[in-house]
């Protein structure tokens, strides 16, 4: 029952998971954003024994798609066709201001906002 968290950016994609008992979420790394990223994607899947991906749904301040929502809406869809894995949109407004604000500015900011997010999504989700 292990989910994954994905925080898309144009140049560098943060990566969360939860526990195996999909309760907590937990910052795993950032990978560049380049022609590798779905199949790097993909074999964390495979490695982790993900059954659900968390996607950050990324919107302007008006609730707006943003530029980089139409990319994530393709990765979306190239990741249902090869992985067949349910995929969720969660809003990720701020996450990585957050993360920021949490931990200070390094180069593991985006797998904190793919923690925050996957708990966000949790959060809501949980009975």
């Known amino acids: 029952m292990r ?3 994905i925080d898309y950016g144009s140049k560098r994609v943060g990566i969360a998971f939860t526990d195996e008992g999909g309760r907590m979420a937990f910052p795993h790394g ?3 954003n380049d022609k590798n990223l779905q199949q790097h994607i993909e074999n964390l899947i495979a ?3 993900v059954s659900e991906i968390v996607m950050g749904h990324s919107l302007n301040r008006e609730g707006q798609a943003n530029p980089i929502h139409a990319k994530v809406e393709e990765l979306m869809m190239d990741l249902t066709l090869s992985v ?5 949109l969660q809003p990720e407004q701020y996450t990585t201001q957050e993360a920021i604000r949490l931990q200070g500015r390094n180069d593991q900011v985006d797998a904190s906002a ?3 997010i996957l708990n966000s999504y949790l959060t809501q989700h949980t009975i």
């Not at 067949?84 to 969720?88: E, R, S």
């Open 3 to 5: 989910k994954m968290g």
């Open 47 to 49: 490695e982790k024994e």
């Open 30 to 32: 950032v990978i560049p």
């Open 114 to 116: 793919a923690a925050i």
């Open 84 to 88: 067949g894995l349910p995929i969720h």
